[in-house]
């Protein structure tokens, strides 16, 4: 007798990883550094594209709304869109995607044209960051994927130490069109690593639209959401206008935001790879650290603009916070039910850009309602307001036990 399934899962603790290699790992954290420098990359250049396009200098922030909006509302769908098509092929796809908007970007003659180069660079990026959260377990067995996940998403931080300062250093020489033209360049080569480097993965069972809101039913699974949320509002609240609260201070020059910019970057990595391997096996304690360093920073920061040297101190803080959220939120939602892994990964990866959509937004509005510092206060108490919810919450360890009785059902003919 053949058993039918009426909730089908898709099984993310897919089949064995091969013998662990570097190289597949890299090429996706060089798709992800990608992804986050094109979103990015407007942050550094706002009062030269606004300058250019004829706009103000707000609805040019809004472009980084634009991308995140798309991003949030692609990204849970990927899983359904990809269907059992070879995820390698999916990535390059859609890296090759991501270059073709960023020469747009790079050739707008118009806002309107750049606004819908925006939209094709939040589609590309829905997906890459959709399927590089689920490819971690695809590409690492379990004793390396502690290290695999954290360099994976240390492409997020990098991609703010060398890709942001980096095109605005570039815009300083060539002009802001020069900066798309090379994140344009950079798109192009992680497709070609993608290709190379990546194996085939294929997916045995096509992931249905009914089934896209399983992770939402799972209580750990559900607080990683909340969490995600709460923090990335709260950072991309304060920090896509942190340069006008730099320059509050006359004494800190453009050169010298370049140079912020790159030292919270740097910070960044570094919270990546000392906390990122914690995440692995204890999130909670992972996020409780990050989101209390990045609370703290946000906080301080309008007080410690007066002088160079403690601006630059808060910003280390506030980067070594943010480098590891990635990688704990991941690792959170994992933990809670591995056998949701690919779904979970993918609505993780729509909150977490649909949050960065709203706080640009929010962010844009109270910025020019109450100013710089009163802005990152509240950007400060709705992260605080991450941290107690994972100090009042835990992964779920019930997950593991379902994924183990969803492996034993998986071969049951449909």
């Known amino acids: 007798m053949t058993t039918q399934r009426t909730d089908p899962v898709t ?156 095109g605005t250093f570039i815009a300083g020489l060539a002009g802001w069109r020069a900066a798309f033209w090379a994140v344009a360049a950079l798109s192009a080569a992680s497709a070609i690593a993608a290709l190379v480097a990546m194996p085939r993965l294929p997916v045995v069972e096509r992931a249905r639209l009914s089934g896209m809101l399983l992770p939402w039913r799972d209580r750990g699974v559900r607080t990683g959401f909340a969490i995600t949320a709460l923090v990335v509002v709260g950072h991309f609240m304060a920090y896509t206008y942190i340069r006008p609260v730099l320059e509050t201070n006359p004494a800190i020059t453009p050169p010298l935001i370049v140079a912020a910019l790159a030292v919270f970057g740097l910070a960044g990595i570094a919270g990546n790879a000392v906390i990122g391997p914690l995440a692995a096996g204890r999130p909670r304690s992972a996020l409780l650290i990050a989101l209390g360093a990045i609370a703290l920073g946000t906080a301080l920061l309008p007080v410690s603009v007066a002088a160079i040297w403690s601006a630059f101190a808060v910003l280390t803080l506030w980067g070594v916070g943010y480098g590891a959220i990635g990688v704990a939120t991941q690792a959170w939602i994992r933990t809670a039910n591995p056998a949701l892994v690919e779904r979970s990964s993918a609505m993780w990866s729509g909150v977490f850009n649909g949050a960065i959509a709203v706080g640009a937004f929010a962010g844009g509005l109270l910025f020019d309602g109450i100013g710089g510092a009163p802005l990152l206060l509240v950007a400060a108490a709705i992260v605080a307001g991450g941290w107690v919810t994972t100090l009042a919450g835990r992964p779920v360890g019930r997950g593991r036990a379902d994924a183990r009785a969803r492996s034993r059902t998986a071969d049951v003919p449909r």
């Not at 662990?20 to 954290?29: C, E, G, I, K, Y």
């Not at 050739?107 to 689920?134: C, D, E, H, K, Q």
């Open 11 to 166: 099984p993310s603790t897919p089949p064995p990883a091969p013998d662990f290699r570097w190289a597949p790992v890299l090429a996706v954290a060089l798709s992800t550094f990608t992804v986050v420098t094109a979103e990015m990359m407007p942050v550094g250049l706002l009062p030269s594209i606004a300058a250019d396009l004829a706009v103000n200098t707000g609805l040019a922030g809004m472009s980084l709304t634009i991308t995140g909006v798309l991003a949030a509302i692609v990204a849970p769908l990927t899983p359904v869109i990809a269907g059992r098509g070879d995820r390698r092929t999916l990535l390059v796809g859609f890296l090759a995607l991501l270059t073709l908007a960023n020469i747009g970007s790079a050739l707008s003659p118009s806002f309107a044209m750049f606004a819908v180069t925006r939209v094709l660079i939040g589609v590309s990026m829905g997906v890459v960051w959709a399927s590089a959260g689920g490819l971690g377990p695809r590409l690492a067995d379990p004793a390396h994927l502690g290290r695999a996940m954290t360099a994976i998403f240390s492409g997020t931080s990098i991609g703010m130490v060398l890709g942001l300062p980096a």
